[in-house]
């Protein structure tokens, strides 16, 4: 707990990753009936990316038990080196991703081009809104280290073929 803040993680099995290249969590069942449990106590379930598995069930809870669902989705079609993950991708988002998203009360799109790539194929329920994906630099200006003039990062996340990991040195 952080001042009002409940963490909890959930136990899971990733096997599928390396093959395909998106992150595939599978949660155990302890946590999924944590999860069921859990949206008992909440008003809205804030889901981010439909494409996984927990996401999903974590929907379909929500519309069991009649809770308001808030879908904010940061990726869209990824132009992946692999021939056959892209096109998994592309029926994915085709078919689950288009019912998913036509189906929650508020999609939030983080970036202009993944709102416009599901635009052209989703029916919302509510028009979707828009954060813009990016760095202000009019408000955020990190200093560089007086030893250095370069700036020096901490990435805390997942690297992935879709950030660019390609140009990092």
């Known amino acids: ?49 439909y494409l996984y598995i ?22 869209g079609f990824i132009d992946f080196d692999s021939v056959i993950a892209r096109l998994v991708l592309k029926v994915l988002n085709r078919t689950v991703g288009a019912l998913v998203l036509s189906i929650v009360d508020q999609v939030v799109y983080v970036g202009r081009p993944v709102k416009d790539y599901f635009d052209k194929f989703v029916s919302y329920r509510a028009a979707p809104a828009l954060i813009p994906n990016g760095v ?3 408000l955020y200006k990190p200093a560089a280290r007086h030893d250095s003039p370069l700036v020096r990062v901490l990435f805390v996340g997942r ?7 390609e140009l990092i040195s």
Do not use: M, Y
């Open 1 to 49: 707990k952080l001042g009002n803040l409940h963490i909890f993680q959930a136990a899971s099995l990733d096997v599928l990753e390396r093959w395909i290249g998106l992150p595939f969590p599978v949660w155990g069942f302890k946590s999924l009936r944590q999860l069921w449990c859990l949206i008992d106590d909440v008003d809205v379930v804030n889901v981010h990316d």
């Open 54 to 75: 927990p996401s999903l069930i974590a929907i379909a809870f929500a519309l069991i038990k009649g809770k308001r669902i808030i879908l904010t989705q940061h990726i």
């Open 136 to 138: 202000d630099h009019c």
């Open 159 to 165: 690297f992935v073929e879709k950030k660019g990991v």
